[in-house]
């Protein structure tokens, strides 16, 4: 069975201090990643994926992602974060080599930033 | 746009009753999910479907239902065997392994 883990439940940053939210995923088998981001009062949306290839991914809004194979990881990072990035961040995991597009969520990380 | 459309946006449940939260899509994926968003629990899968007419039990199945009839709709039935039903309910489409799609969610509370 998957599982994710997502080590920080809420983070406070202030205005252009670094983002970085710790994801680490367990599963026997090869794995696709995501970063969704849901800002409030909208939708879940997606921030980036991995499937494959280089391991630093890039998304929207200037985010970026690593995917460390040794260390089942894929933390979120953003070099100077704004207040409008203040939303709640979900890690999740899905099986490669399958039709079942099920996925596997982290609890979430909440973060606020302060003007 | 393409999308999916879960109504209604809130929902209120009186003891021994069940409801149905509807949700469609137009972006004509086959596989369609249920979660359910707790706070501090993240989503856990409730039922998911790959394909018309086939469904399985997502990790918190028991005490709701679901049908796959048409390729663009996924009703969600909450029965009174759900004790706990106070909770964000959030559909998604994907094509397989694909990013989820998701809709604005329903909100379901307990009068």
């Known amino acids: 069975a998957q599982s994710v883990s997502q080590h920080n439940h809420h983070v406070i940053l202030s205005e252009a201090a670094s983002l970085e939210l710790g994801c680490n995923y367990s599963y026997g088998g090869t794995v696709n990643l995501f970063w969704y981001v849901q800002y409030p009062g909208q939708h879940l949306q997606l921030l980036l994926k991995?499937?494959?290839?280089?391991?630093l991914v890039k998304g929207i809004k200037g985010f970026e992602a690593e995917f460390i194979k040794s260390k089942f990881s894929f933390n979120l990072r953003k070099p100077s974060v704004q207040w409008s990035d203040t939303a709640e961040y979900f890690c999740?995991?899905?099986?490669?080599?399958?039709?079942?597009?099920?996925?596997?969520f982290g609890d979430g990380t909440t973060l606020t930033v302060k003007p | 746009d393409g999308g999916i459309t879960q109504s209604p946006k809130y929902l209120f449940r009186k003891e021994g009753q069940n409801v149905t939260l509807s949700c469609e899509q137009n972006l004509n994926h086959d596989a369609m999910y249920w979660y359910r968003q707790d706070p501090g629990q993240g989503l856990r899968l409730i039922y998911y479907?790959?394909?018309?007419?086939?469904?399985q039990k997502g990790d918190i199945a028991e005490g709701y239902s679901v049908s796959r009839e048409k390729k663009e709709s996924f009703p969600l039935t909450v029965t009174s065997a759900q004790k706990n039903p106070t909770a964000f309910y959030l559909c998604?489409?994907?094509?397989?392994?694909?990013?989820?799609?998701f809709g604005d969610g329903t909100r379901l509370s307990i009068l």
């Open positions: 998604a489409s994907s094509v397989r392994t694909q990013p989820q799609h």
């Open positions: 991995y499937f494959s290839g280089d391991p």
């Open positions: 999740a995991v899905n099986a490669r080599n399958t039709n079942a597009g099920k996925s596997t």
């Open positions: 479907s790959q394909i018309v007419n086939d469904f």
